[in-house]
């Protein structure tokens, strides 16, 4: 997929590697430090927070402003984490908004007991296997860090559990002293560097794999948490309106979204339009992802089909940005509803030509559109950007193998620890309900079952959706008796549909340009006019 797993509180697109470990007996003095994760000259993440022996207090920020959240983390007498709150509001949320979602984390033995709120959703509690003495990570905090540099210091422990928020899995981070000033935390994501002072205290650091440098600092100001509100507007030039929505679905909660119509629509002159559907994880209308810089995918295309007399519906994920909803007990399937309940709303705009509709889903995208054409035979056509044929086992555990073989930070003796892991980490997974959607649904069986047309486009060097399922989609819509069937794949060109001759997702952050290839563009739009020309089947 696109992202990682799906999970509550944590938008996937998001991750990276850091986490918590109490300090036990550690006397920290009670002070606010700030925290700046930069990817090159561009800043990530902002975090200010308080640490003493029994609490860990902060407020993250990711950015572009994407999310925001509160947390705060109890240990007990011992050191170990006894409970954890955290409160995730938009990032451009005024200070006095109610959290889109409030939860809190206990652990039961070797259980992980999570407490979900939602002023729009469903309360939920739900049981995850962990480890006894587990602690908690929560991404991409750099602040979580010195608690456990802290803890391995005093102990002398080298391996300790962790349990992820994002993925519900619980993983071993290794801690090896550099000398007596650093150490190196080899987690899921890399191996971290970070410097350390003689009571543990995180100085700074930086992860090589993702080009990630962090930045502490005891003088920043309170003007380094504000975000200004994301900009969906039409550019200057732009022949089409861009308009916020709220639509309404039949699952109680509110969606959040851009309108883009071409500037000559009316209700005599309607025009066709097109559903956006995001990959993996909780995103942004655009499909942004923060450490990508200039990576919105849907805005280029909402602009190059608006300039080509087709209007384009971006919406928020469910419990994502100004959207409602809790995506903790959500599924693909849940988020299919959401899409339906988007064609909904635009068959009720006088502009919008509700016979004349589609959809155009990026990776889990890919999953999601079929199964709304199961349900929506009058769709003129989908679009899948790097959509998969096989199920979600398959996938992750390809995707997992793949970047730990291509993490040369990892000597070969890791690798093959790590590899071992694999399948344990999968299982670890199946009871998160999108989790378990995603590892046993089959898009190839879904796929025998739908007529509606399809574009099926990929990137020869994918290696998180690889090419030659491609064949394999095309196939199996063929077999349903689909006679419109058509595939491309687009050399030197990434998951993301950006160039890329390597690949491999480790490399993403050193590409020059995130700008999504015209030529996907253009053959997106040519194919979509094309299937909205009057007495099109």
């Known amino acids: 997929m696109s992202r990682e797993s799906r999970?509550?509180?944590?938008?996937?697109?998001?991750?990276?590697?850091?986490?918590?470990?109490?300090?036990?007996?550690?006397?920290?003095?009670?002070?606010?430090?700030?925290?700046?994760?930069?990817?090159?000259?561009?800043?990530?993440?902002?975090?200010?927070?308080?640490?003493?022996?029994?609490?860990?207090?902060?407020?993250?920020?990711?950015?572009?402003?994407?999310?925001?959240?509160?947390?705060?983390?109890?240990?007990?007498?011992?050191?170990?984490?006894?409970?954890?709150?955290?409160?995730?509001?938009?990032?451009?949320?005024?200070?006095?908004?109610?959290?889109?979602?409030?939860?809190?984390?206990?652990?039961?033995?070797?259980?992980?007991?999570?407490?979900?709120?939602?002023?729009?959703?469903?309360?939920?509690?739900?049981?995850?296997?962990?480890?006894?003495?587990a602690f908690v990570h929560l991404n991409p905090s750099f602040a979580m860090w010195e608690p456990i540099v802290a803890w391995a210091k005093r102990t002398g422990t080298s391996?300790?559990?962790?349990?992820?928020?994002?993925?519900?899995?619980?993983?071993?981070?290794?801690?090896?002293?550099?000398?007596?000033?650093?150490?190196?935390?080899?987690?899921?994501?890399?191996?971290?560097?970070?410097?350390?002072?003689?009571?543990?205290?995180?100085r700074g650091g930086f992860l090589a794999s993702q080009n990630l440098t962090v930045i502490r600092s005891e003088s920043a100001s309170s003007?380094?948490?504000?975000?200004?509100?994301?900009?969906?507007?039409?550019?200057?030039?732009?022949?089409?309106?861009?308009?916020?929505?709220?639509?309404?679905?039949?699952?109680?909660?509110?969606?959040?979204?851009?309108?883009?119509?071409?500037?000559?629509?009316?209700?005599?002159?309607?025009?066709?339009?097109?559903?956006?559907?995001?990959?993996?994880?909780?995103?942004?209308?655009?499909?942004?992802i923060a450490m990508f810089k200039g990576y919105r995918p849907f805005r280029e295309l909402a602009d190059s089909l608006g300039r080509r007399g087709i209007a384009v519906l971006r919406m928020d994920d469910r419990g994502v940005g100004q959207s409602g909803g809790n995506p903790a007990t959500a599924t693909s399937a849940d988020f299919a509803q959401d899409i339906r309940a988007g064609l909904g709303y635009l068959r009720t705009r006088p502009e919008i030509d509700g016979s004349r509709l589609a959809l155009v889903g990026h990776s889990e995208g890919g999953i999601i559109a079929p199964l709304v054409a199961l349900e929506e035979p009058s769709l003129k056509g989908i679009v899948l950007l790097a959509g998969t044929s096989r199920t979600g086992e398959r996938i992750l555990n390809f995707q997992l193998r793949n970047l730990i073989k291509g993490n040369t930070a990892f000597s070969a003796a890791q690798k093959d620890s790590a590899l071992a892991r694999v399948p344990s980490q999968i299982d670890s997974l199946r009871s998160v309900p999108w989790m378990k959607f995603f590892l046993e649904h089959d898009p190839s069986a879904t796929a025998r079952r739908v007529t509606t047309p399809v574009l099926v486009l990929n990137g020869a060097t994918d290696q998180q959706v690889t090419p030659d399922q491609v064949r394999e989609l095309v196939a199996a819509f063929k077999a349903a008796g689909n006679r419109d069937v058509t595939s491309h794949v687009f050399p030197?060109?990434?998951?993301?549909?950006?160039?890329?001759?390597?690949?491999?997702?480790?490399?993403?952050?050193?590409?020059?340009?995130?700008?999504?290839?015209?030529?996907?563009?253009?053959?997106?739009?040519?194919?979509?006019?094309?299937q909205f020309r009057p007495g099109t089947s």
């Open 492 to 530: 030197d060109l990434n998951h993301l549909f950006v160039r890329d001759p390597s690949g491999f997702p480790g490399g993403y952050t050193s590409l020059p340009s995130m700008k999504v290839d015209p030529g996907v563009l253009r053959m997106v739009g040519d194919w979509l006019v094309r």
């Open 223 to 288: 003007a380094v948490m504000t975000v200004e509100k994301p900009d969906y507007s039409a550019p200057a030039d732009a022949p089409y309106t861009a308009t916020e929505v709220t639509v309404s679905t039949p699952m109680g909660h509110t969606l959040a979204g851009t309108i883009t119509i071409p500037k000559f629509a009316s209700a005599s002159r309607r025009v066709p339009a097109v559903i956006t559907i995001t990959g993996s994880g909780g995103q942004d209308r655009d499909e942004s």
């Open 159 to 202: 391996s300790i559990p962790v349990f992820a928020l994002a993925g519900g899995q619980t993983f071993v981070a290794k801690v090896t002293p550099v000398g007596a000033d650093s150490v190196d935390i080899e987690a899921p994501g890399g191996t971290i560097r970070l410097g350390i002072d003689g009571d543990g205290r995180l």
């Open 7 to 133: 999970w509550w509180w944590v938008p996937e697109s998001l991750v990276l590697s850091a986490g918590l470990v109490a300090a036990a007996g550690i006397a920290v003095a009670e002070a606010q430090s700030t925290i700046v994760l930069k990817q090159g000259n561009d800043t990530v993440s902002v975090e200010r927070f308080t640490r003493t022996a029994s609490r860990l207090e902060g407020e993250l920020l990711i950015r572009p402003a994407s999310a925001r959240f509160r947390y705060a983390i109890e240990f007990d007498a011992d050191g170990r984490v006894r409970r954890m709150s955290n409160k995730y509001f938009a990032a451009s949320d005024p200070a006095d908004a109610a959290p889109k979602q409030d939860a809190t984390l206990t652990f039961d033995d070797s259980t992980a007991v999570v407490e979900i709120a939602a002023p729009s959703g469903q309360p939920g509690v739900q049981r995850l296997p962990s480890k006894r003495g």
